[in-house]
């Protein structure tokens, strides 16, 4: 294996945007470690696209709702790589429950697995980030947490823990700048889901969705991708404590 010179953990990266990060970052000198709920095939799939461009890879699997998982992941990336310098946060999930149907139990599990998630790894992962020459962590929104319409879909379990995830991301970004670390959030719009993944509307209701974008089409996992290889590179160490909309116009 050749030398890492850069170390990146992606979580939720079995599929969709995650999948499409690895691809994006994956080159030679780059260790990237694969992570997923409980998708061991697609993680493998992904690792293999990635060795395939030359990047070092591992897997792990997780529920990142539960305490220590986290930390874990972490602890694995640095395993395995000898080193972190870049944290995606993707993992998560949409629940269209809204209130009258969301009950306490679904919403304190969407804020274990995403902002609970998120706290442990970032917490673990500051010495090695601090030691990183570019440190970044990248925390993936949504514009659930900012589309609020009488002609569309209100999310307020997950829409609302990721808008707290957004706030935690600019705490990290002011903390951690002083030792040239950046922390930016991605809140992507309606963006294409994986085929094999692709159960949370009919093909209609993609399209009546769809409808309501002005550009008139959803977006593409990779165009989320590549905003991220945008942040997570060089060019991009001035940019720090944003939320960055990649949403094709929708307000």
């Not at 670390?181 to 949370?200: E, S, W, Y």
Request: charged share 20%.
């Amino acid at each position: 294996m050749s030398v890492v010179e850069r170390a990146v953990l992606v979580t939720g990266s079995g599929s969709g945007i995650g999948a499409a990060i690895v691809r994006r970052l994956a080159k030679p000198g780059v260790g990237i470690l694969v992570h997923a709920l409980a998708n061991r095939a697609g993680c493998e799939r992904v690792a293999a696209e990635a060795r395939a461009a030359g990047a070092a890879t591992a897997i792990e699997l997780g529920d990142l709702s539960q305490p220590g998982v986290g930390a874990a992941l972490v602890v694995a990336t640095a395993k395995a790589f000898g080193r972190l310098d870049v944290l995606v946060a993707n993992a998560g999930f949409p629940d269209k429950r809204n209130i009258g149907q969301l009950d306490r139990a679904g919403l304190d599990y969407i804020y274990a697995a995403i902002l609970g998630g998120f706290f442990d790894m970032v917490t673990a992962a500051r010495p090695h980030l601090e030691r990183a020459r570019d440190g970044r962590v990248i925390a993936i929104s949504t514009h659930n947490a900012h589309v609020f319409r009488a002609d569309y879909p209100a999310y307020p379990g997950s829409g609302g823990v990721k808008h707290g995830l957004e706030t935690m991301t600019r705490a990290v970004a002011a903390q951690f700048a002083p030792h040239g670390i950046t922390a930016n959030a991605v809140a992507p719009g309606l963006i294409r889901k994986d085929a094999q993944t692709d159960q949370f509307y009919t093909a209609a209701q993609w399209q009546a969705l769809a409808d309501k974008v002005p550009l008139r089409r959803l977006g593409e996992p990779d165009e989320v991708a590549a905003l991220v290889q945008f942040l997570v590179s060089k060019d991009a160490g001035y940019i720090t404590g944003q939320v960055i909309h990649i949403n094709g116009g929708l307000v």
